[in-house]
Each structure stands twice: as structure tokens, then as C-alpha cells.
């Protein structure tokens, strides 16, 4: 009897098993055809501002893919399958020329761009960087590359042979979601990044017991003590930024603040006549 029951729901488990590989599969689909279409995917930017003056210094450029039946599907979805479905180095590409293309004409110090580890173990991809931003006559002091700390525990040393190579460039580095990884101190220090992000999660615990200001206090101190810069992310209520302007953070992004809004809302916000030829928001690749 134990094992016939344990035998169904095996076969439930299988059955599961088949229909979120069918979904991925159907997803890695729709993704490829996407990349050839316009339209549905689109860079928006989501501002980050000064803790202390609340001005803008600069935007992240983040992902967003409108499925023409599915509706919005998340980055936290799609970009895993595009590594794995190896798109990512394309996906990539388009929105760092998209987002530099833009931001070259904004009022703001930083535009910031997600790279992935897949991206970062490609031997040339600095030398690419390097090209595009030669090309587009933009300071590289502008643009600010975030990666995650498993991006950058590769064992190959690819992903740091890159990053100080961008660094040398003077592209900014930024480590993203800042304590979700395992970095031991020495190795943020041997990283040589000019920007931590402190996760969300940690902004999230503010006021309830958790600790997490304590934590959030340690990184911003550890931050200032090595010269590096802070971001929290997911500022969400007025309490959580004016207790992260308290403690030294030096920079917010959150809802609190703006959500990631289209390439023309950006304008708008920013409140300055953009060239048209800049502000098409819709990437494909040719
Ligand atoms: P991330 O780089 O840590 O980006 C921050 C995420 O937090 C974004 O989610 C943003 O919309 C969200 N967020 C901002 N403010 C708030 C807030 O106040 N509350 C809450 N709950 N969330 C907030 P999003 O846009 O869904 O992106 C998710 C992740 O997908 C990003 O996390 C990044 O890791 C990845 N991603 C997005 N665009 C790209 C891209 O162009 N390339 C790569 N490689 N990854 C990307
Ligand atoms: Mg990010
Ligand atoms: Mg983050
Ligand atoms: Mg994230």
C-alpha cells in the first residue's frame, strides 16, 4: 500500500515535473522571438537619489518584458533563462548600447547596468565595453556596471580580470544585493568595487526587531571606512529613508522615491528636452 501510494506521487511529481519544463521551454521560445520583435521588451530606468538633498544623481537601467498574451513577466524569470538559453550575452549588449545611448543626454552622474556573470566570464567582454563607450563619445565615469558577489566568486578570475579592467577604464563597479551572498570582508576588499547596493530584505526588517538596522548601520560604516559608496534599495516608506539619511547611506532607490518608469517618463521627470533619436525605448537585435 506505502509504496503504491509513493508510487503516485511520483508519477504527480513527474507530471509537475514535465509542465514547468514545458513552460520554460515555451518561455525560452517566446523570449527568442521577442529579441526579434520590437516592443516587447523595453529598458525602463528607475531614478536613485541623493540621501541627504534628494536629487536625482543618477538611474538603473532595468528590464521589462511585456508578453503579448502572458502580460508582464518578470526579469527574476526571464533573465536565468536567458543565460541559460544562451541569449544573455545579446540581451546584454542591447541594453547597455540602449541604456549609454540615453543616458549621454541626462542631466544625472550615473547610469547604472545589470551584468550578468555569464556576461563577465567572456574573456573580451571589457574590450566590448571599452569599444562601445569609445563609440558613443561617453565618459565612462558615467556608466556604472552591477553585478551580484556570485558574479564575481568565479573561479576562473575572468569576471575580476574584467572588472579591473573596466575599473581601469574608469567605468564604476557596484556589487548588487549586498549581503545576500557569502563575501568575506577581505574579499570585498580585495574586489576593489566603488558601490554597494544593500538589499532590500534588509530595508524591509527597519523598525520590527530583526537586527537589520544594526546590519544595515555595520555595512554603511564598513562602506565608509573602505571608501566605498552606499545605495540602499527598496526604500519604501518615508520612516526607512530618513533612518538610512541618519545612519550615512549615501544614496536611495525605491518606490518611496520613483518606480522604474519608461524612457519618455524619465524625460518628463528629468524636465528636459531629450533628442528624439535618443529616447526610443523599444530594443530588438538585428
Ligand atoms: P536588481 O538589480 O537588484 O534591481 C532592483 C529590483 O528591485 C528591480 O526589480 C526593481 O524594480 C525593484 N525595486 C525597486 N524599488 C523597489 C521597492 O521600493 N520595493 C520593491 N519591492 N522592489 C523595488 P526588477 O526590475 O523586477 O528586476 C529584478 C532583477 O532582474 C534585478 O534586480 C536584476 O538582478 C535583474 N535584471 C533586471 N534587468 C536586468 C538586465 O538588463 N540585465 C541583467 N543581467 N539583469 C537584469
Ligand atoms: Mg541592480
Ligand atoms: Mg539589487
Ligand atoms: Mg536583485
Known sequence: HAKSSGRSRYAVFGKEMDTILQVRRNIEQDLRAALQAKDQIQVYYQPIYSATDRKITGVEALLRWHHPKSGWISPDVFIPIAEEAGLIEKLGEQVLREACTAAINWPVGTVAVNVSAIELRNPS???????????????????????????????????EQNVKALRQLGVRIALDDFGTGFSSLSRLQRLEVDRIKID???????????????????IVELARATGLKTTAEGVETKEQGKRLQQMGCDNLQGFL?????????????????TPSHAVKGAIATT
Not at 519608461?262 to 528636452?273: F, R, Y
Open 125 to 159: 567582454y571589457a574590450a566590448g565595453v571599452a569599444h562601445l563607450l569609445l563609440s558613443l563619445g561617453m565618459n565612462p565615469q558615467k556608466l556604472e556596471l552591477e553585478m551580484t558577489e556570485s558574479a564575481l566568486t568565479d573561479n576562473s578570475g575572468q569576471c
Open 200 to 218: 532590500r530584505s534588509f530595508i524591509k526588517g527597519f523598525g520590527a526587531e530583526s537586527g537589520d538596522e544594526a546590519i544595515v548601520q555595520a
Open 257 to 273: 522615491l520613483s518606480q522604474p518608469l519608461p524612457v519618455s517618463e524619465l524625460n518628463s521627470l528629468l524636465g528636459e528636452g
